[in-house]
């Protein structure tokens, strides 16, 4: 049976730009997977601005709006926050404001570390969390920290993926397939920022020249603040990497399916989708066996995983990455596996699980609103508005 027609109104300090391709483009593909199936979204977004408190500004300044004449109340609304703190404490006014259930979206850093920077932020974030009729968490990983960190009861956690666009990797797979050698042999995709650990890639390169293996050139999409330094060690080390940039997210689906192995050595991942999206790609992923890493990529199956922060270790994955890769049978197996993962995390199938949700939580007046009134979502097909 087909779920109701639902407003959504998806709260965001994170949505790609001109600057920042691939910013938030997670959150982007899920309004573009709720379009599809058919339920109107209003989005409020923060604005790109290079100073933290103007972005905060921007995206106060969208919610204000919203309450007062972007978006009306309705029976079947809900308000989702991403990344659930501190955005949730922008979107929880408005949810309140149209009498609509209050969904945060838990990604990673909005429990990991972020509620830990003062007492402030850690009354705020549990006070927030505290409100959320349901919080979707990305990992089982996440889950439980949501459940022990915070405190908030099982009954109100959910597990469900962002969501890849797997159809997009696997059709540039194919077309891969099709074109022969894939001419790139390792890949590195994120921010540039210390927890991602490209240095620590860095180091398990030379690694690999001081053991007198054969060295691979390394190939960074992403760019921010660790650049200069990146390239700085790199350069003290003798190790050539290519610095790419950020770009947005048809061209990183094209680097993937143009690499041999993609490498995540993260030292903080609450699930990770860069890897599952190298899966989609027929890109094998080397890892740091922690948090959501470790669920989604299994050692010899699907990938290969190493411990976090420990370049001699990531280089030993490294080799046995690229010498599975390049014999043909180990390399259809692994690729196989991967796809199987991958298709787990279809976003379109990630969007439906969340809407089944909602309709229950709509149903059970979980948010404690009552007599709402207001319109109701057109009938023609699903609608965005940007506010």
């Known amino acids: 049976m ?6 959504v109104v998806v709260v965001s300090n994170l949505w790609p730009s001109e600057r920042r391709p691939a910013w938030g483009s997670f959150v982007a593909n899920r309004v573009d997977a709720l379009l599809r199936l058919g339920h ?5 977004a923060v604005e790109d601005h290079p100073s933290a ?15 007062l004449s972007g978006v009306r109340d309705s029976a079947d609304t809900i308000v989702e926050a991403h990344i659930a703190y501190p955005t949730g404490a922008f979107a929880w006014p408005l949810a309140a404001r149209l009498r609509a259930p209050l969904v945060l979206f838990a990604h990673g850093s909005d429990v990991l570390r972020l ?6 932020d850690r ?55 099709g074109a022969g050698d894939r001419p790139y042999a390792v890949l590195f995709v994120a921010n540039l920022i210390p927890r991602k650990g490209l240095d620590v890639l860095i180091r398990a390169v030379a690694e690999l020249a001081r053991r007198g293996e054969e060295v691979p050139r390394l190939r960074v999409v992403g760019d921010g603040p660790e650049r200069a330094v990146l390239e700085l060690l790199a350069s003290e080390l003798g190790v050539a990497l290519d ?49 959501g890493l470790a669920e989604s990529v299994t ?16 280089a030993s994955a490294l080799s046995r ?47 404690g609103a009552s007599d709402r009134s207001g319109q109701s979502g057109h009938t023609d097909g699903g609608s965005v508005a940007a506010c």
């Open 2 to 7: 087909r779920s109701p027609r639902l407003r």
């Open 40 to 44: 109107d979204v209003t989005v409020v």
């Open 53 to 67: 408190p103007l972005r905060y500004a921007s995206l106060l300044a969208g919610v204000a709006r919203s309450a």
């Open 115 to 120: 509620p830990d920077r003062s007492r402030v």
């Open 123 to 177: 009354a705020l974030c549990r006070s927030v969390f505290d409100r959320a009729a349901l919080v979707v968490a990305n990992s089982r990983y996440l889950v439980a920290e949501v459940e022990d960190r915070l405190g908030v009861p099982p009954e109100r956690v959910t597990l469900v993926s962002p969501g890849i666009r797997y159809a997009d990797f696997a059709a540039a797979r194919n077309d891969s397939e």
């Open 243 to 291: 610095f790419v940039g950020a770009l947005p997210q048809d061209a990183v689906t094209r680097e993937m399916a143009a690499a041999e192995v993609l490498v995540v050595p993260s030292r903080e991942e609450a699930l990770g989708l860069a890897p599952l999206e190298a899966m989609a790609a027929g890109c094998v992923p080397v890892v740091s066996g922690i948090g």
């Open 299 to 314: 050692d010899g199956v699907n990938g290969f995983t190493c411990p976090p922060e420990d370049p001699a270790e990531l």
């Open 321 to 367: 990455a690229r010498a599975a890769v390049r014999d043909p049978a180990r390399r259809a197996a692994l690729v196989a596996a991967g796809d199987e993962t991958a298709r787990q995390h279809d976003v379109d199938a990630a969007a439906a699980r969340t809407v089944e949700r909602y309709t229950a939580l709509l149903g059970s007046g979980r948010s």
